[in-house]
């Protein structure tokens, strides 16, 4: 109980009376602590036999004793002896007491020199090396206290694996070993380094490289692997961590580099290891700067602001300081929410939250007319393969005809510029809504010459990119569902691929791509490697600490209406051109003809067999 009480870690700024009472223990066995060292000091000089002690001496103890006290107490409070946690006791403190005695050790006898009271020399030696040893032990019986309750925690402990032996991993070692609240207990480290195998990190063992994970594994019973070497490159930490989570072991990750040795991350910030950590990709940069002067100080709106991609805008846009935020969404759910998140993240966000729908001319008019906005990122569509298949005509409705509205509209009130979001699926369209969406790229860049003619200043460009990871329209969160439950996990086709992106990745290369835009420009972002399906749902499965096809089945289904084995960046028509971001590419616009697409957008709104009418206006459409 009293070491409990001790064991308290809380400073005296913080803790008032708590670290008073706990200071003022420590004082008092410091004072019992002095006065046994010296006494036994001076029965050891005249072999512990009290009538062989002269009374001269015996005087001078008695004056001595009370000043040696209050010089100990006071030399210890100085060097802040009552101050440490001393559970976590270690060489700083050990130094700081060694000090503390050659003080006392100095000053007591020129004391009683100066006074005029002589003791024999070694009552002084022996006295300052008794209570040296007597106070030292006090403090770290309290770490070994500790060490002693850590030891019986641990036995019931979860065994944990280290991948990694650098310093952050010495780091995270160290603090595990420290907060046995934790209920951890690092078993055994791995490192690719010849040099560190065979050897000890913090007292753990090294046993070997990436190849020996599975052995080690089984060798020490490890229940979980926590990945501590957030330096390595992303395709180095893919190849890793496919390794670990093949154990189907519990399997986290130090989120960033170097940041659990500066102090930025604790072992309670050590995260699941996601989907994206085993995608392989280096991490986006874009220009913050420049993408921070294009939103500064200007008044944007975003359409489906309320949606996964529209959200993501939202959060990227409010944080580069606009003059103001306008939100514009048919569900009012969704606007509530980034609502609310935005209020709370950014209180100070001029933000403004409007009901409506794009397919509404006069109301998407209203809005502008109202507050003018100078920035336009149109993200609100229709993105269900398989539903638009089954509705056509409202993701004409929607897609093309809402684009439309909100183009002209952009053009009408002199907006800045407009960008619209489009996807890889536009190009060689084999479903409804892939077809929609390359109309609205043709939109767009039939717009912009448009306004250019008409003298405004508004440019128009487009951004087309893959699946993104998590979107409500990625596949990601149905397999997730499908884990929870139980499985099975559906797969349309083994050899199904497709490009993926994070949202907020796609998002901030978005805004870039709006900074490069001189008009008429269909942006291409780089996704990386194509990944398959199949592949994916089988990592998915491995996360969930399970094992594909024994514990979670995975099931073929087929391909869905509209549905493509793999996805293309660029028609065959379509070149391609670098922008200053390696990442972005701006595809070579396919010649057409305005006034022959403003007589097919006027047949496709009024046409019956809106597919037929579809394949005329997107000739590589094939439904």
């Not at 020996?212 to 979980?224: H, K, L, N, P």
């Not at 489906?304 to 959060?315: D, K, P, V």
């Not at 933000?351 to 109202?370: H, K, P, Q």
């Not at 993200?379 to 439309?404: C, D, I, Q, W, Y």
Request: charged residues 25%; proline residues 4%; contains cysteine.
């Amino acid at each position: 109980m009293l070491f409990d009480f001790m064991n308290k870690e809380e400073h005296p700024a913080a803790s008032g009376s708590g670290w008073a009472l706990r200071a003022g223990i420590i004082m008092v066995l410091d004072v019992v602590c002095v006065v046994v060292a010296y006494t036994l000091a001076l029965f050891l000089r005249f072999d512990f036999v009290w009538s062989s002690i002269a009374q001269i001496y015996l005087d001078g103890y008695r004056t001595l004793i009370f000043p040696t006290v209050v010089l100990v107490v006071a030399t210890f409070w100085y060097l802040r002896l009552y101050h440490s946690i001393w559970s976590f006791a270690s060489f700083p403190e050990l130094t700081r007491l060694v000090m503390a005695w050659i003080v006392v050790g100095a000053l007591m006898p020129l004391t009683a020199f100066a006074v005029g009271i002589s003791m024999p020399a070694s009552y002084w030696l022996v006295g300052a090396l008794l209570g040296f040893v007597s106070t030292t032990a006090i403090r770290f019986s309290w770490r070994f206290l500790r060490l002693l309750r850590d030891v019986r925690k641990r036995k019931n402990a979860k065994h944990v694996l280290v991948v990694g032996a650098g310093e952050s991993a010495r780091a995270l070692i160290r603090e595990i070993k420290v907060s046995p609240q934790l209920g951890l207990n690092v078993v055994c480290a791995v490192d690719d380094n010849p040099s560190k195998q065979g050897r000890y990190l913090e007292g753990v063992p090294v046993v070997g490289g990436r190849n020996s994970i599975a052995d080690a594994c089984e060798r020490f019973d490890v229940e979980q692997i926590i990945f501590a070497i957030p330096s390595c490159s992303a395709t180095e930490r893919k190849r890793m961590l496919e390794i670990c989570t093949a154990t189907g072991l519990e399997v986290r990750a130090i989120p960033g580099m170097y940041q659990l040795v500066d102090g930025q991350v604790t072992i309670n910030e050590l995260r699941e290891v996601r989907l994206e950590d085993l995608l392989g990709r280096d991490p986006i940069v874009v220009d913050a700067e420049e993408v921070r002067s294009f939103i500064e100080g200007r008044v944007v709106l975003v359409t489906g602001g309320g949606g996964s991609i529209g959200s993501e805008l939202c959060r990227q846009i409010a944080r580069d300081n606009p003059r103001q935020l306008v939100i514009f969404d048919i569900y009012e759910n969704n606007a509530y929410a980034i609502e609310q998140e935005l209020h709370r993240t950014r209180p100070d966000l001029d933000l403004v939250v409007l009901i409506g729908s794009v397919r509404d001319a006069d109301r998407v008019r209203e809005v502008f007319a109202a507050h003018r906005p100078e920035l336009v990122f149109h993200a609100a569509a229709h993105k269900h393969v398989p539903l638009m298949e089954n509705s056509p005509r409202e993701a004409v409705k929607n897609n093309v005809f809402g684009t439309l509205n909100v183009a002209r509209a952009c053009v009408e009130y002199d907006v800045r510029r407009m960008v619209l979001i489009s996807t890889d699926k536009a190009v060689n369209p084999t479903n409804v809504m892939g077809a929609t969406k390359r109309v609205c790229e043709m939109v767009v860049q039939s717009e912009d010459r448009y306004a250019r003619k008409q003298g405004s200043r508004t440019t128009f460009s487009a951004v087309r990119f893959g699946n993104v990871l998590g979107s409500n329209g990625s596949v990601i969160p149905l397999f997730t569902q499908q884990i929870a439950a139980g499985g099975p996990v559906t797969v349309t086709d083994p050899r199904i691929t497709r490009y993926f992106m994070t949202i907020p990745e796609a998002v901030s290369l978005v805004l870039q791509s709006a900074c490069y835009a001189q008009g008429g420009e269909i942006f291409v972002l780089d996704m990386g490697e194509p990944v398959l399906i199949d592949d994916m749902a089988r990592k998915l499965i491995r996360l969930a600490g399970h094992v594909p096809d024994e514990d979670i089945k995975v099931v073929y289904t087929g391909l869905r209406p509209g549905e493509k084995l793999y996805e293309e960046r660029l028609m065959d028509e379509e070149g391609l051109r670098k922008t200053e971001n390696e990442l972005i590419s701006i595809a070579q616009p396919i010649p057409m003809d305005d006034a022959t697409f403003a007589t097919e957008l006027k047949e496709l709104r009024e046409a019956d067999d809106v597919r037929t009418a579809l394949a005329t206006c997107v000739p590589t459409y094939q439904p």
